[in-house]
């Protein structure tokens, strides 16, 4: 779709753990293989689990569930009961240009909690690290293009960058929930 610039709509799963005091936050991050995704990027660092393409008529919240089973990291549990559990929390936007073309992206974002001793299945490689980790990979050139916003809007969320510590904090909410998917009625 990008080819031809129409907009394209993601889901993001974000999966974090809390420690039971509540003092300390961590997030399962995802290692793709330049084999299992889009043409332009190479070895990334990704959220939990992303759809970069919502299939038409599709529920977000049914989407990310079943695409959660697909990752086959929560041996042992249902649909029933992930749906349960997963916490829709908006949307975020990104213009993007690719190999391809550019499109607007609109990813929706779901966040899920999960107790400190998960441990993802291991179809694919995940990593679980701290914010300020998780703030290094999306500054550096190895964390996926399209998840940077859906990266930086938990971060916000969560309280891990906040005016104090990022005065033009409001310049970035503004970029990345601006609703390009508008622009193309």
Same mark, same amino acid.
């Given at each position: &779709? ?14 974090? *753990? @809390? ?6 936050? /961590?997030?399962?991050? #995802?290692?793709?293989? =330049?084999?299992? @995704? ?5 070895? *990334? ?15 977000? =919240? ?8 697909? !990752?086959?990291?929560?041996? +042992? ?6 749906? /349960?559990?997963?916490?829709?929390? +908006?949307?975020?936007? %990104? ?17 899920? #909690?999960?107790?400190? !001793?998960?441990?993802?299945?291991? =179809?694919?490689?995940?990593? &679980?690290? !701290? ?6 990979? %999306? ?9 940077? $916003? ?9 309280? @891990?960058?906040?005016?104090? *510590? ?11 929930? /601006? $609703?390009?998917?508008? &622009?193309? =009625?």
């Amino acid at each position: &779709l990008s080819l031809f610039g129409l907009p394209q709509y993601g889901v993001h799963v974000n999966c974090y *753990t @809390q420690s039971s005091d509540n003092s300390e936050k /961590r997030i399962w991050l #995802r290692r793709k293989s =330049k084999a299992s @995704q889009r043409l332009d990027c190479g070895d *990334t660092i990704d959220t939990f689990t992303s759809i970069d393409c919502l299939p038409k008529g599709k529920e977000v =919240k049914a989407a990310a569930v079943e695409q959660l089973i697909k !990752t086959e990291a929560f041996d +042992g549990q249902n649909s029933d009961e992930i749906a /349960r559990k997963i916490q829709p929390f +908006g949307s975020v936007s %990104v213009l993007h240009l690719s190999d391809i073309g550019l499109h607007a992206q609109t990813n929706f974002i779901l966040d899920l #909690r999960v107790p400190e !001793t998960f441990e993802p299945g291991m =179809k694919e490689e995940f990593i &679980l690290v !701290t914010p300020q980790e998780m703030m290094n990979f %999306v500054l550096s050139q190895e964390f996926d293009p399209l998840s940077i $916003p859906v990266a930086v809007d938990w971060l916000i969320r969560h309280g @891990q960058v906040n005016f104090a *510590t990022h005065p033009e904090i409001s310049q970035v909410l503004a970029e990345i929930h /601006r $609703p390009l998917h508008k &622009l193309y =009625k």
